[in-house]
């Protein structure tokens, strides 16, 4: 069965700093997506970033970046300029090719501090 | 905008007593869920349907059912609630026709307190 462990329950940074959140996943497939979802205080959970294992260039969304290796089974979210509003809960996710279904990791408690 | 809601935010109900969540979809995606989510920890997925499809969770207990009537509704009912069924039950979407792996839309929640 696949698994995504995320290693840092709580991390702080500094506004207007960059912070990298680390990811591993754990999986004997080659076709897959992985995916990064940020859940604010008592707010709905958003996709942040998207990226497919086929594709080697690393997804990007504005701040938003992802740092995927596949050899090394791991998939790290940057976030540069960190602001007030990044402070969230971020999940990282798995889906097997084809499958409808997330597996997620334990999620890293990210505070940005002014 | 095209959203996820969930019906109520906040839900009460007493220990045993049948509780129902719902949740509509303005989106039109053929694939729906529901997740258990317990303080600071990750979603839990429940089931989910895959357009009509029902699939299960080989460890979600007997004690939740859900069903969906048609694409836009879809409803968690918690037969006899225990306190360990206490969390935040989110619902979330995707569209599965525009392609493999689409990214799933969540809705606010609903927290469930159990009396």
């Known amino acids: 069965a696949q698994t995504v462990t995320q290693s840092q329950p709580e991390m702080s940074v500094q506004e207007a700093e960059t912070v990298t959140l680390s990811c591993t996943y754990d999986?004997?497939?080659?076709?897959?997506?992985l995916f990064w979802y940020k859940q604010p205080p008592s707010r709905q959970m958003i996709l942040v970033i998207r990226?497919?294992?086929?594709?080697?260039q690393n997804a990007t969304e504005n701040r938003f970046s992802v740092n995927f290796q596949k050899a090394a089974k791991s998939f790290s979210l940057k976030i540069s300029d960190s602001q007030l509003g990044d402070t969230a809960m971020y999940f990282c996710?798995?889906?097997?090719?084809?499958?409808?279904?997330?597996?997620f990791g334990k999620g890293t408690k990210l505070t940005v501090n002014p | 905008d095209a959203m996820v809601i969930q019906n109520p935010r906040y839900q009460v109900t007493q220990f045993g007593k049948p509780v129902t969540l719902s949740c509509s979809q303005t989106?039109?995606?053929?694939?729906m869920y529901w997740y258990q989510q317990k303080s600071s920890q990750a979603p839990k997925l429940l089931f989910h349907y895959y357009d009509k499809d029902f699939n299960n969770e080989a460890d979600t207990p007997d004690n939740f059912q859900s069903r969906r009537p048609n694409t836009s509704f879809c409803f968690l009912d918690i037969r006899s609630p225990g306190l360990g069924d206490a969390a935040m039950y989110l619902c979330?979407?995707?569209?599965?026709?525009?392609?493999?792996?689409?990214?799933?839309?969540f809705g606010d929640g609903t927290r469930l307190s159990i009396l």
């Open positions: 989106l039109n995606h053929n694939v």
């Open positions: 996710a798995y889906s097997q090719g084809g499958s409808e279904k997330l597996v």
């Open positions: 999986t004997s497939e080659n076709n897959y997506y």
């Open positions: 979330a979407t995707s569209q599965m026709r525009q392609g493999p792996n689409q990214p799933q839309h």
């Open positions: 990226q497919e294992a086929y594709k080697q």
